[in-house]
């Protein structure tokens, strides 16, 4: 890419990591450079980026302890870069917005508000508004946007968001917020792209199913409920994530275990899910290479897909039918078996899957007689943020 084509920055801060990207701006966006920094604070930390156009890609170690560290790394291998000069603009996946329902360009009220929200998910918003800051600091005069995971799920329906607890919690913003929301615009566009009807008129479920997993109920285009709730922790079986809980298990634990807050915090996020039962990975595709001689494996595949069937059964009751289903994510895109487990038994919502198709991972998976089109997209959060980016601050148009 030439230095003078003007360009967006994407960045998506996780708990571990910071994915990054660059767009050219344009209809459409051209990618032009994406990577990502992995394993911050732990040993092993390294600089991945491949270049788009040529394919090269590079790889460099660094020792970062926390996401300023390596933000401040981050930005100061793109300002070596001739095209960070025509940097027009950087966008932010931040996870959880509550009541922000659209992109926003940051100002100093609005990090201050996302300061005073961030105990709702301590594991993601506190280093994505440092990242921000970051930014702010090395380039003051560079615009910058905030594209919310929760604003997709904000039309949701009064009774899909309140939490059965007493209600001055409600008052206080206790309530289902929903996440994953960047894909599943994403999704959505995409299928309005490939001219699926149920995308204005229709009833869609959308299983973002990857480290994180989770689903969202689409009806007319409007998403009415969805499995994460007030926290990303809630819903389907995760990786490292437990999903949905007796809530009960928390007083049990600090009982018999003495089992603190913290503890169960870090117990249910990044010690359970398919990690958790396996007791060996949390890696999909390392428990279906291991499931066949190793019942803990076994069992963790099982679980994850189970949960999974029964959310699309409940998803189709709230929905009232359903006319497509669409996988999505690392274990969506790229696990056919688990796409065939998911889906076996459901002939009676009119889900039939092609053999063939699926085994290849075809755009469409579902037979030609199934009532119900199946389908298999490949996400792309950094792209939403880009177009977010680019409607907000109506960049092409200037």
């Known amino acids: 890419m030439k230095s003078t084509s003007p360009c967006i920055l994407t960045i998506n801060g996780g708990s571990s990591s910071i994915k990054f990207a660059l767009y050219q701006a344009?209809?459409?966006?051209?990618?032009?450079?994406?990577g990502m920094i992995d394993r911050i604070g732990l040993t092993g930390t390294k600089l991945t980026s491949e270049d788009s156009e040529t394919g090269h890609r590079d790889t460099r170690e660094l020792a970062a302890s926390d996401h300023k560290s390596a933000g401040n790394y981050l930005m100061d291998w793109l300002g070596k870069r001739e095209e960070f000069a025509s940097v027009l603009a950087v966008g932010h996946r931040v996870v959880h917005g509550m009541q922000h329902t659209a992109p926003e360009v940051v100002t100093q009220?609005?990090?201050?508000e996302l300061r005073r929200i961030s105990p709702c998910d301590p594991d993601h918003l506190p280093s994505e508004i440092e990242l921000i800051d970051l930014i702010r600091q090395r380039h003051p005069k560079l615009p910058q946007v905030t594209c919310y995971d929760t604003a997709f799920h904000h039309c949701m329906p009064r009774v899909a968001k309140l939490l059965p607890i007493p209600?001055?919690?409600?008052?206080?913003?206790?309530q289902r917020y929903g996440f994953h929301g960047l894909s599943y615009a994403y999704l959505m566009e995409e299928?309005?792209?490939l001219g699926d009807p149920a995308v204005t008129k229709g009833r869609v479920i959308l299983a973002h199913l990857g480290n994180g997993a989770s689903m969202a109920a689409v009806r007319d285009g409007k998403s009415i409920d969805t499995s994460m709730s007030f926290t990303p922790t809630a819903g389907l079986v995760m990786s490292t994530r437990s999903g949905d809980l007796d809530p009960s298990l928390a007083s049990y634990l600090a009982r018999t275990e003495g089992t603190t807050t913290e503890q169960f915090f870090t117990m249910v996020n990044h010690q359970s899910g398919l990690l958790g039962i396996s007791e060996i990975s949390?890696?999909?595709?390392e428990l279906l290479a291991q499931e066949d001689h190793d019942t803990r494996a076994a069992e963790a595949v099982a679980l994850f897909c189970y949960q999974a069937k029964k959310w699309i059964g409940a998803f189709t009751a709230a929905l009232g039918g359903l006319n497509t289903l669409v996988f999505a994510g690392g274990i969506g895109e790229n696990a056919p078996s688990v796409r065939v487990r998911i889906c076996e038994g459901l002939a009676f919502l009119?889900?039939?899957l092609s053999e063939s198709r699926n085994a290849e991972t075809a755009g469409l998976i579902s037979t030609d007689t199934s009532r119900t089109t199946v389908r298999v997209i490949r996400t792309d959060?950094?792209?939403?943020?880009?177009?977010?980016?680019?409607?907000?601050?109506?960049l092409g148009t200037a």
Do not use: N, Y
């Not at 959060?381 to 109506?394: C, N």
């Open 26 to 34: 344009g209809e459409p966006l051209k990618p032009a450079l994406h």
């Open 109 to 112: 009220e609005l990090l201050d």
């Open 167 to 174: 209600r001055r919690f409600d008052a206080m913003g206790v």
């Open 191 to 193: 299928l309005a792209r």
């Open 282 to 285: 949390s890696d999909m595709r």
């Open 350 to 352: 009119g889900i039939e």
């Open 381 to 394: 959060e950094d792209l939403m943020i880009a177009r977010s980016v680019e409607r907000t601050l109506q």
